[in-house]
């Protein structure tokens, strides 16, 4: 198999430390359910909702609905009912864009109306809205209570991984202390003939290379691998180009977020910078072809990748 690259080597014994990401102008996305209060002096600004295509985003409200009001509604797959709707924005949008939705309400309770933006994210969609004019019950406090609690726990978990990761032994030791070392060990690909960039776009791929390593970790029974994806990028825009996230999608459309994109610096025009995406999915996951899709900090909008492969 083919030896670590000397740049993913410096990179590990170092152990550089991962820069934070700079803020994006894109919203947060909540996973679970969103729970929205409105009463008679809630500001009338639009209130922004993430939306991805082909991910279904749903509306529930506490009154019948009058009338609802959405530009480019051929872009969006409509499902209506009494007192709430589905939207599932079509491939035609594109990462970044914004959308205006109204919706009104028969009973005529103030406020009469409320305005979303639907802002068309690069992997995120909220999956359910619930929004009231009236104080919440107990049980949906509980509810919420339930979740929060369920996301600390995964904040917490996610923390320790990386401190284990980040703080504790360095080089080849911590290879091994993560498990990243041993039977399997790290293997690599070049993808330098196989990897292409889509005509038209900003950033060129000029060089790439994969790596895999497997874990001691199990998934619903089947083993997890760790996968890298190495890239030198070149900026053929007028503009920085500042990578800040990424998504690996399958054959199927089927999408797994990286765990880090580094380093988050900006990419010059006529510029090259050495890029690198990680990701986690089961060995089986792992097979076949993939398209990496990365979005820049600048404007939300993404560049592919297509024919990327792991060792």
Known sequence: MPVLSAALVRLVLLAAPVASPAPTPLPACEAGTRHLELSADTPGEALAVCVHPGLSTSFFFDAKLTRVELAGREWFRVMQGETGLALVPTVALGEGERVPLTVSFQDGAAPVSVRFTLVVHPSEAARQV??????????????????????????????????????????????????????????????????????????????????????????????????????????????????????????????????????????????????MAEVEMTEEAARGTFTLKLWSQESGTAEFFDGVTFP
């Open 130 to 275: 619930e929004v009231t004019r009236q104080p919440r019950s107990l049980e949906s406090y509980r509810e919420g209570e339930g979740q929060a609690r369920a996301e600390a726990q995964q904040c917490r978990e996610d923390k320790a991984r990386l401190q284990a990761e980040c703080g504790g032994q360095r080089g080849l030791l911590g290879l091994h202390t993560q498990g990243l070392l041993g039977e399997g060990g790290i293997i690599s690909k070049n993808l330098m003939k196989s990897v292409t960039s889509r005509r038209g776009h900003t950033l060129e791929s000029t060089e790439a290379r994969s790596y895999r390593a497997d874990t001691p970790r199990l998934e619903d029974g089947h083993k997890v691998v760790r996968l890298l994806v190495e890239q030198w990028l070149e900026n053929h825009g007028s503009t920085p180009w500042t990578p800040t996230g990424a998504v690996l999608v399958g054959k199927n459309r089927e999408e797994w977020k990286v765990l880090g994109v580094w380093p988050l610096e900006p990419i010059p025009p006529g510029k090259k910078l050495h890029v």
